[in-house]
Each structure stands twice: as structure tokens, then as C-alpha cells.
């Protein structure tokens, strides 16, 4: 009997393009996803069943051109494909959709607060993530949360994101030093997770902080030794010699 599998008719990832070639108009557009990505790197060493996808294209129909965010995190699946990584993301591939989605919005307005967020909510992603740097008098993050296939605006910064066991927020830092807002992942605290910068600094700090600590004890050392040589000429004078009573 001829066993038919419908998928094996489908084009691989290999075979379709890893993006929209739409060129980012802001750079923020690839290094805030891109910092996103390295914290998790450093906040989940041990974990191979995540991948973050930076502008990277999201096929969900093969007869449609495929859905790219600017960012998006998939749980469930391998974090590394084979040693040239992922050229695209194929749903019937995976198996997995992504559970969060990012948008960085540029000075071009794209429907980052309509088209697009429909859009995913109509394919299902449970976290839909918009960043607008330039926004003034609304808040510059908005993390919506899909319930019963509407999407649920959450307040607070950082929002905690229970299904995935983080918080994303943002706040000043400096990363690839540039002194700015970013966008972090925290943990359940709202204790951010710090950027490679960022450890090196405090790695310095602590360095310079025992050297200081260090040379404190040498300094108290010599005082200590002062006095009990003080204390020594002292019972000399009075006729009493430390030595002798060994």
C-alpha cells in the first residue's frame, strides 16, 4: 500500500527565501532583536529546545510569502538545525509555531498597531511585541497577550510572560556602546539579564573592589603589627621583656 505524505510535496526551507528582502530603515530594527537573542544565549546556556529569529521569514502557507517580524521566539523545537543553521522557518517543518513575535517600529509606519498585529493573532502567536522607539505621549512598548483570538493589551514594564518563564522590558543601558534604551529579558525579581558589556564592567568592579579590600588588610596588617611593637617597648620599659616569658 502507497503511504502519501502531503508534506513531503511541500519546498523545504532551503528551498524558499529567509526573508521578504525588505531592507530595515532603522537599525534598531536589527539590534534590539539581536541583543534579545544574545540574552537568552546567556540567560538559558544549558537549553537546546529554543530558537530566536532575527528578521528571518516565517513560512505558514506555501502558496503565501511568509510573515517576518523583526524578532521571534520559538520554544519546542531545536535550537540549532544542522552547522549552517536555519536559512527560514517552515511550520510544517517545525511543528512548532513561534509563541512571541517582535516588531520595531521605524519612522515608517508599516501597521505595526493593526494590519500586522490582526495578522498575527489571526496565525495564533500568543505574544505579539511592539517597540516604538519614537513614541512620545503612549507607552514606547506594548506586549499584547492572545486570548480567545483577540489580543489583550498587558501594562507594566518589565511584563512577565509566564509561558515562557521571563519578563521582557525595557530601560537604559548601553550595548555594542551605545548608551540608549533597550529591551531586556528579566527574570521573575524584574531583575534584568545583563548584556556581555555589562558583566565585563561589573567583572572589572568586583577586580578593583578586591584589590581594594586587599590592600585594606595589608594596611590593617601593618597597623596591628605597629601596635603590638608599640605595646612591646611599652612593657620593656616597665621591666617586663615578652621574650623571656616563653
Not at 518589565?158 to 521582557?168: D, K, R, S, T
Not at 524584574?190 to 555589562?198: A, D, H, S, V
Amino acid at each position: 500500500m502507497l503511504n502519501y505524505d502531503p508534506l513531503a510535496c511541500l519546498p523545504s526551507s532551503e528551498e524558499l527565501p529567509d526573508s521578504d528582502d525588505t531592507p530595515v530603515d532603522n537599525e534598531l530594527q536589527d539590534l534590539i532583536p539581536g541583543l534579545l537573542k544574545a540574552l537568552l544565549a546567556m540567560a538559558w546556556p544549558e537549553r537546546m529546545d529554543w530558537y530566536f529569529g532575527v528578521d528571518m521569514g516565517i513560512y505558514y502557507d506555501p502558496d503565501l510569502p511568509p510573515i517576518v517580524p523583526d524578532g521571534f521566539l520559538s520554544l519546542g523545537v531545536e535550537r540549532f538545525y544542522d552547522e549552517n543553521l536555519r536559512p527560514s522557518y517552515v511550520l510544517w517543518e517545525e511543528k512548532k509555531l513561534p509563541i512571541l513575535a517582535l516588531k520595531v517600529v521605524s519612522k515608517t509606519y508599516r501597521g505595526e498597531y493593526s494590519t500586522k498585529k490582526a495578522e498575527y493573532a489571526r496565525l495564533g502567536f500568543l505574544y505579539y511585541v511592539v517597540y516604538n522607539p519614537f513614541r512620545r505621549r503612549k507607552p514606547r512598548l506594548e506586549v499584547y497577550k492572545l486570548v480567545n483570538n483577540v489580543y489583550e493589551l498587558h501594562d507594566g514594564n518589565p511584563v512577565w510572560l509566564p509561558e515562557i518563564g521571563l519578563g521582557i522590558g525595557i530601560e537604559r543601558g548601553t550595548y555594542l556602546g551605545i548608551p540608549r534604551e533597550w529591551m531586556y529579558w528579566y527574570n521573575q525579581q524584574g531583575q534584568r539579564f545583563l548584556t556581555p558589556e555589562k558583566d565585563k564592567k561589573l567583572a572589572q568592579q568586583e577586580v578593583q573592589q578586591a584589590k581594594q579590600e586587599v590592600q585594606q588588610a595589608k594596611q590593617k596588617a601593618q597597623q596591628v603589627q605597629q601596635e603590638i611593637q608599640l605595646l612591646r617597648e611599652r612593657l620593656r620599659s616597665l621591666g617586663i621583656d615578652l621574650d623571656s616569658l616563653s
